[in-house]
């Protein structure tokens, strides 16, 4: 039986594990999802450009590259190691362990896209864009 969602990416069980600590803990852990439309934004945008692409909407196909994640490595973390040296370490922690998690072999796949993103990951980033925004413009 085929589901519309096979597995769920690293990063998005990464990101559920922290909103349930977030729910325990009663303080927001990821205030950069909680909060910023920017953070979802960023992936909700990469999602949408990725999957079509990847789906043969184009001549190019990102998800080819996921399987010598060499180059795909490179090109993630210069943004992420930005993003911890502007002190937002939650980046570079996501990409680490979904890194660790694919040195392992944690999930059937041998395509490092599938340990950073899914597509259930992209719908979850859309909704939190748009609510973050819609909240954050209705703040004055």
């Known amino acids: 039986m085929m589901t519309a969602f096979d597995f769920l ?4 069980m990464q990101l559920l594990i922290l909103s349930l600590g977030s729910l325990a803990a009663k303080k927001p852990l990821l205030t950069a999802f909680s909060r910023d439309w920017r ?5 909700a945008a990469f999602g949408v450009l990725f999957y079509p692409l ?3 909407a184009g001549d190019f196909d990102p998800y080819r590259l996921g399987y010598q994640p060499a180059l795909l490595l490179t090109v993630l973390a210069l943004p992420a190691l930005y993003l911890w040296w502007r002190g937002q370490a939650l980046w570079l ?8 998690a694919f040195a392992l072999g944690l999930l059937e796949s041998v395509n490092f896209w599938d340990y950073l993103i899914d597509p259930l ?10 609510r973050n925004f819609i ?3 209705a703040t004055p």
């Open 9 to 12: 990416s690293i990063t998005t």
């Open 39 to 43: 953070a979802p934004g960023l992936i």
């Open 54 to 56: 990847a789906l043969g």
């Open 93 to 100: 922690w996501l990409l680490t362990i979904d890194l660790l």
């Open 121 to 130: 990951l992209t719908i979850a980033c859309i909704i939190l864009a748009i």
């Open 135 to 137: 909240r954050h413009r």
